[in-house]
């Protein structure tokens, strides 16, 4: 028996294992989600202003340096309340994810006070966000950037029908948000 | 669907069954091997390599395959996890008259000795057996010098007669 058997041997005992129609549509669902989530929901205007000046933002009619802006004339309805400062950074795909923020970031839901705050918030979908903290995980927060799921996962996808599909040590596993 | 440059329908169909068996080889469970299998494309999906041939897709995906393959292979829970039949799903080949399924008994040797290999024997083998790929682009895959490639071959060759001696007529 030679080595050089082996392609046809596995191909053999694999005859029966290969890439299905329903495959294929699992695949290509998977991607169009991407597709979706990637798509910039900044305004334009901003967007244009932050590619165009990189760094440096012009925000009415006064320069601000590392994209500091206040998010009132950005996105944030919240901001639009309570005049937040925060800082954001755009991202390849256009969209902006905010870095720091003047609220507290460290607030569960319940009232108690964590150890890590918020480093980085993805895009909200359904009221909530997936976001980084500083301990290096994912977790989700509320639009009032309060967490609602504490920050325990490698990864974390958007929340659709109330639930988001999370990674941790190469486990995938779906939970309910909040 | 097309972005860009990444046409991933176009992927799959060419590619699925390569990466799925690759991923099979590795984890010996196909609904695990499925999951690598889509999570190879949508990373390529996200990431938008530039591959300028076929030869470069083939070795991304194969590269992305079995790194994602030993991610899993580490993870607690697949330790922790063992499938109650393992094997269960894997076909095996028809039963004929005696010569025959002596020749069929000696593929299967060969095969599952080749799949208990240690990952950095198994890597090669795979790509140089089964993916006819040349060592220099099997270097290139696995991100080690020609020459590692070109020893652990012949390692993997030393293992594999060691493992079938006497138990098949001709050894590999």
């Known amino acids: 028996m030679k080595l050089e058997q082996f392609k046809e041997i596995a191909d053999d005992q694999l005859r029966d294992l290969t890439v299905d129609e329903r495959m294929v549509k699992r695949i290509h669902q998977g991607a169009c989600s991407i597709h979706v989530r990637h798509k910039p929901r900044v305004p334009r205007a901003a967007a244009w202003c932050a590619a165009a000046c990189a760094a440096v933002m012009v925000i009415s009619g006064?320069?601000?340096?590392?994209?500091?802006?206040r998010t009132g004339n950005i996105a944030s309805p919240r901001a639009q309340k309570d005049q937040v400062t925060a800082t954001y950074a755009l991202q390849d795909s256009g969209s902006m994810s905010m870095l720091s923020s003047s609220v507290a970031t460290s607030q569960y839901v319940d009232g108690t006070t964590l150890s890590y705050g918020i480093e980085r918030i993805g895009e909200f979908s359904e009221g909530y966000a997936p976001a980084l903290a500083t301990n290096g995980l994912y977790g989700y927060v509320n639009e009032d950037r309060v967490w609602v799921v504490r920050a325990m996962y490698d990864e974390a996808?958007?929340?659709v029908d109330g639930k988001?599909?999370?990674?941790?040590?190469?486990?995938?596993s779906i939970i309910d948000v909040p | 669907m097309q972005e860009n440059n990444i046409d991933i329908d176009r992927l799959v169909r060419q590619y699925g069954t390569m990466v799925l068996r690759q991923a099979y080889f590795y984890l010996k469970d196909r609904q695990k091997a499925e999951d690598v299998c889509q999570e190879v494309f949508l990373r390529m999906y996200k990431k938008q390599p530039q591959l300028p041939d076929e030869q470069s897709e083939k070795a991304y995906l194969l590269r992305v395959t079995i790194n994602l393959c030993k991610d899993v292979l580490k993870s607690a829970w697949h330790r922790r996890v063992?499938?109650?039949?393992?094997g269960y799903d894997a076909p095996h080949p028809q039963n004929g008259p005696e010569a025959e399924a002596v020749a069929n008994e000696e593929k299967q040797l060969l095969y599952d000795a080749v799949l208990a290999l240690p990952a950095i024997y198994k890597d090669v083998v795979l790509l140089f057996y089964y993916h006819d790929m040349p060592t220099g682009e099997i270097a290139k895959v696995l991100k080690i010098p020609e020459v590692t490639v070109r020893t652990r071959l012949m390692r993997a060759r030393t293992r594999l007669g060691a493992a079938l001696k006497g138990r098949v007529k001709d050894e590999a």
């Open chain 1, 157 to 159: 996808d958007e929340v």
């Open chain 2, 82 to 86: 063992t499938p109650m039949m393992e």
């Open chain 1, 62 to 69: 006064s320069i601000l340096l590392q994209s500091q802006m």
């Open chain 1, 164 to 172: 988001a599909v999370v990674k941790t040590q190469g486990t995938t």
